[in-house]
Nanobody, 120 residues
Framework: QVQLVESGGGLVQPGGSLRLSCAAS????????MAWYRQAPGKQRELVAV???????NYADSVKGRFTISRSNAKNTVHLQMNGLKPADTAVYYC??????????????WGQGTQVIVSS
């Protein structure tokens, strides 16, 4: 059994910063990619950033230059540093990971989400 738990969301003013974290736990053998998605009310979920096991990163155009994704492999944790936040960044942010379990099952797992509200 694998769980992903996000933290770090909250209310911030435009131009402010937040750092999101997501920790994976459970019967983990290895983690391939880790990613952050977000979903605003009435909109589809979109990919924000992804990082591979080797550290390769990719970002949505809307956040490129403002957000940074990183991971701590020893702690099975992924972070999203968000700077220069805009009201359009308001959404529930979800982490996602492709994980191989100790019984050799590979699948994608989702966290429960953490709310980010950017407002003055």
């Amino acid at each position: 059994q694998v769980q992903l738990v996000e933290s770090g969301g909250g209310l911030v003013q435009p131009g402010g910063s937040l750092r999101l974290s997501c920790a994976a736990s459970g019967d983990i053998f290895s983690i391939n990619t880790m990613a952050w998605y977000r979903q605003a009310p009435g909109k589809q979920r979109e990919l924000v950033a992804v990082i591979t096991s080797g550290g390769y990163t990719n970002y949505a155009d809307s956040v490129k230059g403002r957000f940074t994704i990183s991971r701590s492999n020893a702690k099975n944790t992924v972070h999203l540093q968000m700077n220069g936040l805009k009201p359009a960044d308001t959404a529930v942010y979800y982490c996602n990971a492709k994980i191989r379990t100790t019984n050799s099952y590979t699948g994608r797992y989702w966290g429960q989400g953490t709310q980010v509200i950017v407002s003055s």
